[in-house]
């Protein structure tokens, strides 16, 4: 085969390879949405939320090893795993956003464009578990975007996670351990693509992790309304994970630890405000 026909096949694949990941993402709104519609469940089934939740998740893994025609590595496991539990936190942020179930016409249409940024999100997450799937075959020039969505996916997972937590009235003995899981879980996912050695991964994932903690337990317990709190430790993951980058200069490092500290006094002055 020469070069020109090289050039074509690889065209070919990954048009072939788009056009399954926008069909997969609009397939996974468009179920979100029959699912939200059909809903016959109150609050007394709340687990049912997560018992889809779940499904969502290994639907969307299972679906992304089709989607990248199963040529895929161990490795590739835990940047599939990511794109899967951004899916299912966006399943949980709608349905504990949007609880019950849907009677008023605006609410159905609040719903839909909530929906359409909902695709352009699964869209963006499938296409960097592509980049980062690819990576692991051959060297490709968007590996640093890829990392960037990483960084803002992981941000709203953070939230939407933290926020269902919340809004589903978890006792505290139960809240603290799902919600310090899932924020190891989220930080771990992202820090792994940043490439650090084994060490400094788990250094970083701990301190992260243990980081946001502290930041929701002071939000929480401040008494603040769910959305206000949601937004402290999801703050707490941008400061922890964007506050020193290795190219940082002692300098910058610096300046970044001023600036976020700022931001996060902000952020805690607005939850106190909100509770006044």
């Given at each position: 085969m020469n070069k020109i026909e090289?050039?074509?096949?690889?065209?070919?694949?990954?048009?072939?390879?788009?056009?399954?990941?926008?069909?997969?993402?609009?397939?996974?709104?468009?179920s979100i949405f029959i699912i939200k519609m059909s809903q016959d469940w109150g609050v007394d089934k709340?687990?049912?939320?997560?018992?889809?939740?779940l499904a969502y998740?290994?639907?969307?893994?299972?679906?992304?090893?089709?989607?990248?025609?199963?040529?895929?590595?161990?490795?590739?496991?835990?940047?599939?795993?990511?794109?899967?539990?951004?899916?299912?936190?966006e399943f949980l942020f709608v349905e504990m956003f949007f609880f019950e179930k849907l009677d008023r016409i605006y609410e159905a249409v609040l719903l839909l464009v909530i929906l359409g940024v909902i695709w352009i999100a699964t869209y963006v997450s499938?296409?960097?578990?592509?980049?980062?799937?690819?990576?692991?075959?051959?060297?490709?020039?968007?590996?640093?975007?890829?990392?960037?969505?990483?960084?803002?996916?992981?941000?709203?997972?953070?939230?939407?996670?933290?926020?269902?937590?919340?809004?589903?009235?978890?006792?505290?003995?139960?809240?603290?351990?799902?919600?310090?899981?899932?924020?190891?879980?989220?930080?771990?996912?992202?820090?792994r693509n940043l490439e650090f050695e084994k060490k400094d991964f788990w250094r970083r994932t701990i301190l992260t992790s243990f980081i946001m903690l502290v930041l929701f337990l002071g939000s929480f317990l401040i008494g603040s309304k769910h959305e206000f709190v949601s937004i402290v430790p999801t703050v707490g993951f941008f400061v922890s994970i964007g506050g020193v980058?290795?190219?940082?200069?002692?300098?910058?490092?610096?300046?970044?630890?001023?600036?976020?500290?700022?931001i996060l006094l902000v952020v805690f002055a607005v939850n106190i405000w909100s509770n006044l």
């Open positions: 090289t050039i074509t096949t690889n065209e070919n694949i990954d048009t072939e390879k788009r056009g399954r990941i926008v069909f997969f993402s609009l397939l996974i709104t468009f709340a687990w049912m939320s997560y018992v889809i939740a998740f290994f639907i969307a893994f299972v679906g992304l090893i089709w989607v990248f025609s199963f040529q895929i590595r161990l490795k590739s496991i835990p940047c599939l795993a990511q794109s899967a539990l951004f899916v299912a936190s499938f296409l960097m578990a592509n980049i980062f799937n690819v990576g692991l075959y051959k060297d490709i020039p968007l590996e640093q975007v890829a990392r960037t969505a990483s960084y803002i996916l992981s941000l709203f997972m953070v939230y939407f996670f933290t926020f269902t937590f919340l809004a589903n009235g978890m006792n505290l003995y139960i809240l603290l351990p799902v919600i310090l899981l899932s924020y190891f879980a989220i930080s771990a996912m992202h820090i980058s290795k190219s940082a200069t002692e300098r910058e490092s610096k300046m970044n630890i001023i600036l976020y500290g700022l």
